[in-house]
């Protein structure tokens, strides 16, 4: 089945303790993307990668981190997460660029107190 | 860089309705818009693809158009039922296909 997988899909945390969210294709996309969403704020997107070893900022990075290093994989990583990063988070992937269907993981739930 | 809005933000219909949900952008060269359904708390559903060489796409009860030019795309649903409910949101790529730009969604109430 085709399918975007994250990992965690709920997570509570303290300040300043390092985090990974994993986020995981099996469509053999080369773009992926992630995207935080508050209430009142909408979607916002945080990194995108065009491909492998190929990433860039979004709307939003500060505080995040992305890495690249295989096709199916593109993590996101909160070196010293903030309260301010709690929210809801997904993961999307599409063929090529963000000119093609996109797809979405389930998301994950982060609490950071 | 893109502005979009959606309208109405909320809306409430007795089931059996046909409706129309809009979403507006600033700048007409997008290369394609994607609607999507959200339901609380959950992840986003692809529902339709319209590539910017195309006008409208179906799928079942629900139409989406697309008109650069007035930077407008409308979905229709048709005859809604209340599984309909959710809140929709259309997207589209900015930045020579880079980014991907959400407008803040409709919240859709159908009522039994």
């Known amino acids: 089945e085709a399918q975007v997988t994250q990992n965690p899909r709920y997570l509570i945390t303290v300040t300043g303790k390092k985090l990974t969210v994993t986020c995981s294709q099996n469509?053999?996309?080369?773009?992926m993307s992630w995207y935080r969403q508050d209430p009142g704020l909408g979607l916002r997107q945080i990194y995108y990668s065009m491909n492998v070893e190929v990433t860039d900022k979004g709307d939003v990075p500060e505080g995040y981190k992305v890495s690249r290093k295989e096709k199916r994989n593109f993590p996101l990583i909160l070196e010293s997460p903030s309260p301010n990063q709690t929210s809801l988070y997904f993961c999307a992937s599409s063929y090529v660029t963000g000119g093609n269907e996109q797809y979405f993981g389930p998301g994950t739930r982060l609490t950071v107190t | 860089k893109q502005e979009v809005t959606q309208i109405p933000a909320a809306l409430s219909v007795p089931e059996g309705e046909n409706l129309v949900l809009n979403c507006s952008f600033t700048?007409?060269?997008?290369?394609?818009l994607q609607w999507f359904r959200q339901d609380p708390g959950k992840g986003l559903t692809s529902l339709l693809l319209i590539q910017s060489s195309q006008r409208e796409q179906t799928s079942g009860r629900l139409n989406a158009s697309l008109d650069k030019s007035s930077g407008r795309s409308t979905l229709y649903i048709a005859a809604s039922q209340p599984g309909d409910s959710a809140t929709y949101l259309c997207?589209?790529?900015?930045?020579?296909?880079?980014?991907?730009?959400f407008g803040p969604g409709t919240r859709l109430s159908v009522l039994p």
């Open positions: 997207a589209f790529p900015d930045n020579y296909g880079q980014n991907f730009v």
């Open positions: 700048d007409s060269a997008i290369y394609n």
């Open positions: 469509m053999n996309h080369e773009y």
